[in-house]
């Protein structure tokens, strides 16, 4: 089976309703499938927000200042109300905003929760390398390199203060 190429949309045709916004890693396949998952249990409810934060548009300030490191650490989910959720709970409750709870339920229980928790931190410490990219320093400089050429392909052709 392979890993579906779709990149999920990070609009919503209800964002006013969202309950949790999922910041998600759009250049991970394991996430993308992932995320498509979710938006199919979502089913255009609108009930769930997703935020690729690999979107060189991706804004910490829109997404309770969690910036593009820190996302790709671990995940993240901001709540409605501004609270930030990180790690196993984030799945938790998005699979509970989606009334599929159940099947997280589990990773609630005293001996499997930390289990789980601590599978979480490993999966996620090997995350990169075990979906075949960069580590987290390359990857950052990657994405500062993008960027800084972003910012002058923008800037060509504007007259600068000083020139003639």
Sequence with gaps: MTLSATKPSSQNPKTSDWKI???YDGACPLCVREVNFLQKKDAGRGLVKFTDIADLDYSPEENGGIDFETAMGRIHAVRADGTI????????????????????????????????????????DWRLSMTGRPDLDQVMAERQAKMEELNERLNEGRCRVGET
């Design 85 to 124: 959720v990180k790690n196993v709970a984030v799945f938790r409750e998005v699979y509970d905003a989606l009334g599929i709870g159940w099947m997280y339920a589990p990773t609630k229980w005293p001996v499997i929760g930390p289990v789980v928790d601590k599978l979480y931190d490993l999966w996620a």
């Design 21 to 23: 916004n999922l910041l």
